[in-house]
């Protein structure tokens, strides 16, 4: 997590910002290799988040930036039910680990619309959900 946001929301509610953790550079590149497996790209030429919406669906019924966004109505529709997830934030070279509960209720103070393309997977990536910068959410499953 940038620590920039984790100063804005502590400033901005004066609360502790939610418990997560940072994946080591070990773990980060395991994910990346069962991400290239479950697109079946291995181009390092072309981004992540390009490949991941190249082979992706489109969820037209939901954009992140509505006023009434809730990523756990997703999270119901796409039958993701995991107490914890995963947030690529930068072409799995950054990947945060935290509570699904935190990641919904704290959702617009730690993605940043017009600047953050994340992937959300749980633990064993049987689904992948990508929230691209403008709101629009893909996703790609087993």
């Known amino acids: 997590m940038e620590k920039f946001k984790i100063d804005l929301f502590e400033k901005e509610t004066g609360n502790p ?3 997560f953790q940072e994946l080591s550079k070990t773990n980060c590149n395991i994910c990346y290799h ?3 497996e479950k ?3 291995y181009d390092s030429q072309v981004s992540v988040f390009d490949n991941f919406q190249s082979n992706a669906l489109f969820i037209e019924k ?3 930036l509505d006023e009434n966004f809730d990523i756990l109505d997703v ?3 796409l039958k993701l039910s995991s107490d914890i997830i995963y947030i690529d934030w930068d ?3 950054t990947i945060d680990k935290l509570q699904t509960h935190d990641f919904s209720k704290y959702f617009s103070d730690i993605w940043f619309p017009y600047s953050d393309n994340i992937i ?3 633990q064993d990536m049987t689904i992948l959900i990508m929230i691209r910068h403008d709101g629009a959410i ?3 499953e087993n």
């Open 120 to 122: 959300i997977f749980p």
């Open 91 to 93: 072409e799995f070279q």
């Open 138 to 140: 893909f996703y790609l």
């Open 62 to 64: 939901y954009n992140a």
């Open 17 to 19: 910002f939610p418990s």
């Open 34 to 36: 069962h991400f290239q």
């Open 39 to 41: 697109t079946q790209v």
């Open 75 to 77: 999270f119901k529709e």
